[in-house]
Structure formats: C-alpha cells, structure tokens
C-alpha cells in the first residue's frame, strides 16, 4: 500500500471519527510538534481505557501522521477484523512461537525502511495501578527503538477514564468529556546506545522510558506522580484480563 493510498484512507476515517468525538468530547493536543513530519518514530503513551487508541489516533492525526497501531497476529487471521486491519496499515506481531523474539525488530526494521510511525503502548495492556498511573512497563518499545534508531517519543493524556471508565465498556456521550494530550520530546537514548542489549540494560532504559510517561501524565493530573511504577506481580495480579 503507498503512502498516498493509507492517507487517503486515513482521510476517509478521520472524517467519520474526528466529528463524532467532536460531539461527545473536546480533545487538546499539546507538543504535536514532537512528533516529526517525515521519517519513523514510536509514540509511547499510557494506557488506562479501551477507548486510548482513538484519542492517540486523532492526535497523532491532528500532528500530521497517519496513525498506525502494532496487533497481535492472531487478531489479523479473525474474519472482517483481520481484514480491516490491513486495510488500515496496522502491524502485526507474532506474540507466540519461534517469530516472538524476532518479529518486533523485523516490524521496526519495516518501519524505519518505510518512514513510517508507530504507537505502541509500552505497558502492554491497561495499567493495573488503582490509581491509573503507569504501571512497569515491557521493553519491546525501547528494543525496537535502539535496534532500529528510531526516535522513541513519551507521551500521556487525561480525561478518557471520564468518557470510557476501565474495563465499563460503556462511553459517556454527556456532557462533553474534556481530554488533554500531553506528546513530549523524542528521549535521549544515548546512554544505552554501543552496549549489549541484555536484560538490564532494557529493563533500565524501559524505566527511564516509564517515569517520563508518568511525568508527563502528572503535568496533566497537576500531582505527583509515584516513584516507583506499580509492577501487578507484587500484588497478586495478571497482566492481561479486567480485574476489581
């Protein structure tokens, strides 16, 4: 698929989507200008509601790009969805088998030929911390990131816990749901560039990857943000599925 054909698609969502939040939302987008007009890059936001994907989409949107999602494989064999998906440019990613270890820096190494952007929520589902903060994050963002050197680029929002509360699946249409996105700087990743990609070395650049998206949700909450990101282990919690 060109870069004109996924555009011109992209248009024709965007002018179904953009006016029907417009009704039951006001979305703000502050730091559009982060994210780079041409080239590859990966937008790490939070991740606190289902309906995340559709605020980070506008607003990657709104700053210019086409907003593209990485899905798990499996999601494009189901019949209509799959199709869908492709038809939208979304990447997918094998998450089970022998392709685990390699698809994510096949799909960078795709993307940054391409120039093409990413989202990617780093903590891999919504977060577990009772207060919605982030939660530990998974590393496969900051190794595609390094592996392909392409900007890696925090960002965070508020307001659609209001207009899609965690796991409710119900959306509230009034009155209109004020949200704010925050998109902050491409991080410096210098420090762990030249050395071997181990296990500590990704786990700390995914922290200093973590505290930056949580500090850019505490500008936006107007409050501290926790020290230390909530890891669900420590609580006897799974990382996938709703839980009370």
Known sequence: MSTSERTLRWKGIAGAVVPAMNIISRITVEGGQNIPKTGPFILAPCHYSAIDPVIMGLAVWKSGRVPRFMAKASLFRVPVMGSILRWLGQVPVEREGKERAVAPLQAAQKLAAAGQGIIIYPEGSLTRDPEMWPMRGKTGAVRMALDANMPLIPAAHWGTQVL???????????????IRVLIGEPLD????????????LLAEATDYLMAEIARLQSVLRGEPAPEKRWNPADHGQTETGAFR
Request: cysteine-free; overall charge positive; charged content about 35%.
């Open 189 to 200: 990743m210098s420090r762990f560039e030249g050395k071997p990609r181990d296990q500590k």
């Open 164 to 178: 899609m509360p965690r796991y409710s699946g119900k959306i509230r249409f009034f009155p209109r749901t004020p």
